[in-house]
Nanobody, 128 residues
Framework: QVQVAESGGDSVQAGGSLNLSCVASGRISAPYDVYDMAWFRQTPGKEREGVAASAFDGAARYAESVKGRFTISRDTGKNTMSLQMMDLRPEDTAMYYC???????????????????WGQGTQVTVAS
């Protein structure tokens, strides 16, 4: 079982920046570098949306809405992942979740059903 915990959410003004962190822990059957990790976000009444992913092969993938503003990074040795968010907009306001899966399908990185383990979320609020 893998436990996932996010941190770093806050309230900021539009144009501001935040850095979210995710830590994965627990008993696993393989090194963390074969796990895909991703960030999703969700607002009330809407489905969870894939924001960015860091695949086991090192590839980073982003939703079109955040390309050029968000940067995902990962330290497999420490089982951690971060999301640097810049030029934040009110539409970025959401609960942000970290998700983990072993050897996921890169072509489906943005699909909620691909991931086995989830954190409790961290709230990001961007004021206009």
């Amino acid at each position: 079982q893998v436990q996932v915990a996010e941190s770093g959410g806050d309230s900021v003004q539009a144009g501001g920046s935040l850095n979210l962190s995710c830590v994965a822990s627990g008993r696993i059957s393989a090194p963390y570098d074969v796990y895909d990790m991703a960030w999703f976000r969700q607002t009330p009444g809407k489905e969870r949306e894939g924001v960015a992913a860091s695949a086991f092969d090192g590839a980073a993938r982003y939703a079109e809405s955040v390309k050029g503003r968000f940067t995902i990074s990962r330290d497999t040795g420490k089982n951690t992942m971060s999301l640097q968010m810049m030029d934040l907009r009110p539409e970025d306001t959401a609960m942000y979740y970290c998700a983990v899966v072993r050897n996921g399908n890169p072509g489906q990185w943005y699909e909620e059903y691909e991931y086995d383990f989830w954190g409790q979320g961290t709230q990001v609020t961007v004021a206009s």
